[in-house]
C-alpha cells in the first residue's frame, strides 16, 4: 500500500483557458512543482532540458512511448561529460568523503530534473494518452486499489516507470543461488537481494553450537525475509524476522508463503528486536551512514548508523548464553571516508560485545568494475563481512 498521507498535495497548471489540478503523488515525498506547462510531442528536446533544468514540469499531453524517449534524451544531457574544472594551485584534492557528498548531490540534482516529465492518470490508474501501457495493476501495488471518485492525480513518468519495472521484478522474482535457485519477489520500496556476496556468507557460515536443533534464530531488519529463508532452509527450527516497515513485511510475508515456511518464520512488525534472547541473531544494516532520498534507499542509508548502533547496543541483552550475533556489513563506508573501522570496533567493545571470527567476501556487481563510476576507487576496495559477535565473557 501507498506511504503516502490522507490529504495529498495538488498540482495546479492552465488548459483550455481554465485553472485545472490534480492530486500530486510522489512516493519520495517530493513537493509538486510551482511551475507546470503542458507538452506534447511538437517540444524539442533541448527546449524541454532548459525547462525542466529551470524546475518547470512539463504536463504531458502527446504519445506516451514518445515521452519515454524524451526522458532519454533529457537523461543524456544530463549525463554528458563534463570539463574537469582544473584545481587551484595551493587547493588538497577532495576527499573520498568530498567526492561522495558531490556524487549524491548530482545524483538528486538529475532526479529532480528528470522528475519534470509528469503524467495525469484517472483515480482508477488509467491513462488516456495514446500507445499508453495498461500500468493498472502496478499502480494498484504501489498506490492501492484507486477509485474514479477520487479524482485525477499526477505523477512523475520516471516514477512510474520505476513502478512498472518493480512490477515485473515482483512478478518475475530473483533467482537465489542460496536458496537452491528459488525465486524471491521484491516489492516496491523494498531492496531486491541482487548481491549474492552478502547471501552466500549467512549461507554457508556454520552455525553456533548453542542453536542447537530446536533453537530460534532472530533475523532483524528482514526486508524481501530472504535471510529469514535461508536461515529456515538451512535446518534453523524457528526464525522470528522483525522489519518496522508495513511494506517489508507484507514483502517477506509474501516471500515466505510462497517458499512455503510459514511454519518456520514468524513475522514480527518491530523496530529492531523482539522479545526474548536467541542464539543466533542475524542483521544486515543498511551500509552507508547517509541521508535516504527515496523509499529503495532506506536499505542502503542510514543516517548516523542508527539501526547499525541499535542493532549492536542491543544485541547482548538479547543473546542466549553462547550465542552469536552475526552482523553482516560492508566496509564501503569506511572507504568514502563515512566511518572508521576504529568507530565500529568501539561501537562493538562499549556494547559488551567481542569479536569472535570475521568472514570476508569481495562483492562482484557490476559498479566494482565500471571505471567510470564516480565512486570506483572505494567500490573496487570493497569487502563485505559477516562479523561473528559475542557478548564479552566476565573475567
Request: hydrophobic share 45%.
Amino acid at each position: 500500500m501507498s506511504t503516502q498521507p490522507q490529504t495529498q498535495p495538488r498540482i495546479e497548471w492552465t488548459e483550455a483557458g481554465e485553472t485545472r489540478s490534480a492530486r500530486w503523488r510522489s512516493e519520495n515525498g517530493a513537493l509538486p512543482p510551482k511551475r507546470v506547462l503542458l507538452a506534447n510531442d511538437t517540444l524539442g528536446a533541448d527546449e524541454a532540458y532548459r525547462l525542466t533544468s529551470e524546475g518547470t514540469a512539463l504536463l504531458w499531453r502527446g504519445d506516451f512511448q514518445n515521452a519515454r524517449h524524451l526522458l532519454q534524451a533529457l537523461a543524456r544531457r544530463i549525463d554528458r561529460p563534463k570539463k574537469a574544472k582544473k584545481a587551484k594551485p595551493g587547493l588538497a584534492e577532495p576527499s573520498p568523503a568530498d567526492l561522495f557528498n558531490l556524487h549524491r548531490q548530482a545524483q538528486s540534482q538529475r532526479a529532480r530534473t528528470l522528475a519534470m516529465v509528469v503524467l495525469e492518470f484517472d483515480g482508477a490508474h488509467h491513462s488516456v494518452l495514446r500507445r499508453a501501457p495498461d500500468v493498472v495493476q502496478a499502480c494498484r501495488e504501489v498506490y492501492g486499489p484507486g477509485d474514479l471518485a477520487q479524482g485525477p492525480y499526477v505523477v512523475s513518468l520516471r516514477e512510474l516507470l520505476g513502478l512498472i519495472s518493480v512490477h515485473e521484478w515482483r512478478s518475475k522474482g530473483v533467482e537465489i543461488a542460496a536458496l537452491d535457485g528459488q525465486r524471491i519477489h521484491p516489492h516496491y520500496g523494498v531492496f531486491a537481494p541482487v548481491r549474492s556476496e552478502y547471501l552466500g556468507l549467512v549461507a554457508d557460515t556454520a552455525l553456533p553450537s548453542a542453536l542447537g536443533a530446536d533453537g530460534v534464530a532472530f533475523d532483524i531488519g528482514t526486508g524481501t525475509g530472504v535471510l529469514a529463508a535461508v536461515l529456515a532452509r538451512r535446518g534453523v527450527n524457528r526464525v522470528v524476522a522483525t522489519d518496522q516497515d508495513p511494506r517489508a513485511m507484507a514483502c517477506a510475508r509474501d516471500n515466505i508463503k510462497r517458499l512455503a515456511l510459514t511454519a518456520q518464520v514468524n513475522l514480527q512488525q518491530t523496530d529492531l528486536f523482539p522479545e526474548g534472547r536467541a542464539p543466533l541473531i542475524v542483521c544486515n544494516p543498511p551500509w552507508v551512514p547517509a541521508r535516504p532520498s527515496s523509499p529503495i534507499e532506506h536499505a542502503v542509508y542510514d543516517p548516523d548508523s542508527r539501526m547499525l548502533r541499535g542493532f549492536l547496543s542491543g544485541l547482548a541483552v538479547h543473546l542466549a548464553p553462547g550465542g552469536e550475533g552475526w552482523l553482516i556489513l560492508s566496509d564501503l563506508a569506511e572507504h568514502l571516508g563515512l566511518r572508521t573501522r576504529a568507530d565500529l570496533l568501539a561501537w562493538i567493545d562499549a556494547a559488551g560485545l567481542q569479536v569472535l571470527a570475521r568472514v570476508d567476501a569481495k562483492p562482484q556487481h557490476s559498479k566494482v568494475f565500471d571505471v567510470d563510476d564516480a565512486l570506483h576507487a572505494a567500490r573496487a576496495a570493497e569487502v563485505t563481512s559477516l562479523w561473528r559477535l559475542g557478548a564479552k565473557t566476565l573475567a
